[in-house]
């Protein structure tokens, strides 16, 4: 155990768009994009957005806690689909989170359930 506690203090951001390849793997994906790597004490995310670039389709949006082997399911988000343009936004979602915890050696992954996802995922995160 430390004798001092330890607080995340490298402030960083990771972003990707979704795969354009359907991946309906919920144990074995295959179509991931990487958007934090745990940092080499440890990563905290406080918050994942996802973004909607123009038209987005009916369908889920996976993310995965990948340990190098493994992958865990970890969240879900439901886009209904809308087309946005210069008259109508697209669909945004936030999420926060208050232990999502990226060791080192993992990583924090996403993937979408149906093809041709315009969607960008950004995690705003810290290093311990």
Known sequence: MAASPIFATTPKAGSAAVSATADTG?????NTVTIVTGGSSGSKV?????????????????????????????DQVKFLGVSGSTT??????????????VPNGYSLRVTSM?????VRVTAFYADF
């Open 114 to 118: 149906v093809a041709s996802q315009l």
């Open 26 to 30: 919920w144990t074995a994906p295959s």
């Open 46 to 74: 406080e918050e994942i957005i996802f973004q909607g670039i123009g038209v987005t389709l009916a369908g889920i949006v996976n993310v995965f806690l990948y340990d190098g082997t493994n992958y865990s399911l970890i």
């Open 88 to 101: 109508a936004s697209a669909e945004r979602f936030v999420r926060q989170y208050s232990n999502l915890l």
